[in-house]
């Protein structure tokens, strides 16, 4: 299992897309955390004005735009194969289907992870230097570091296996990426208009409940959101292992 973990690592790490992705990502991130929130503190949040909460609030929305990044990646990482029909390699080297699906998800799980905190590090330090550009002084910071590493990797494993199970039911970069936008911005806000304060138990919802980042007048607790959001990868992955283990690999 460690030599097929490292194949899907070193694959991953050969696309170009990943590494556009993580440049672009960061240079969002290092933009709004130092110019938006830190030099010029408008963006409305505690962070602005360097507030007790500034390192949560920089740690979240740098976790919102990763994630982003993060889907994007494992979704080209994932449907990359099925485009270029280089599925067929991998299942000539490992015939056993449910082994390759598993060290394909632990793979984007523990890379997105570790795209977690690059994100989450370059936010903190671009927002400490515009802050110290502006001549703030910043609070004394109520960060719990154990429980926002947790947070972090849970948060970003969840987006990037939400992703990579898309991905391989759909076999389409297109189409997965479509969908990974249009379903948080724009069929979840539907489906919330009929649900009402049920709409906290979807799938993106509950995730970014995980972080705290959510605009949900009444959101789950953290502890109840991570069990919420545990249960979609779940599911996606019995769904996602039947077909990829019965569908012709063209």
């Not at 969002?28 to 500034?54: D, H, M, N, R, T």
């Not at 740690?59 to 979704?75: P, R, Y």
């Not at 977690?116 to 936010?123: A, I, P």
């Not at 995730?207 to 996606?236: C, E, F, K, R």
Request: overall charge positive; cysteine-free; glycine content about 10%.
């Amino acid at each position: 299992m460690t030599t097929l973990l490292k194949a899907e690592f070193r694959k991953l790490l050969t696309i170009r897309s990943t590494y556009i992705m993580t440049a672009i990502g960061l240079l969002l991130v290092a933009f709004f955390s130092f110019w938006i929130e830190g030099y010029k503190g408008i963006g409305g949040s505690s962070a602005s004005e360097g507030g007790a909460g500034a390192y949560t609030g920089i740690i979240g929305q740098s976790a919102g735009v990763g994630a982003v990044f993060t889907m994007i990646i494992a979704i080209l990482f994932t449907a990359h194969e099925y485009r270029y029909n280089t599925i067929m390699y991998t299942l000539t080297a490992d015939v056993h289907r449910t082994r390759v699906l598993l060290k394909k998800l632990l793979a984007i799980g523990l890379f997105s992870i570790e795209l977690g905190f690059l994100f989450s590090v370059v936010g903190l330090v671009f927002y400490r230097i515009g802050l110290s550009l502006r001549d703030v002084a910043l609070a004394d910071q109520d960060l719990l570091v154990g429980s926002m590493i947790g947070k972090l990797s849970f948060y970003f494993a969840g987006y990037a296996l939400l992703a990579t199970l898309i991905a391989v039911v759909t076999r389409s970069v297109v189409t997965s990426i479509s969908f990974v936008f249009v379903f948080p911005a724009m069929i979840e806000p539907l489906l919330g208009l009929l649900l009402k304060d049920n709409a906290k138990y979807l799938p993106f919802a509950s995730l970014d409940s995980v972080m705290g980042a959510t605009p949900m007048q009444n959101p789950l607790s953290t502890g109840h959101a991570v069990g919420v959001s545990a249960i979609y990868p779940l599911v996606g992955f019995v769904v996602t292992w039947l077909l990829f283990t019965r569908r012709d690999a063209n």
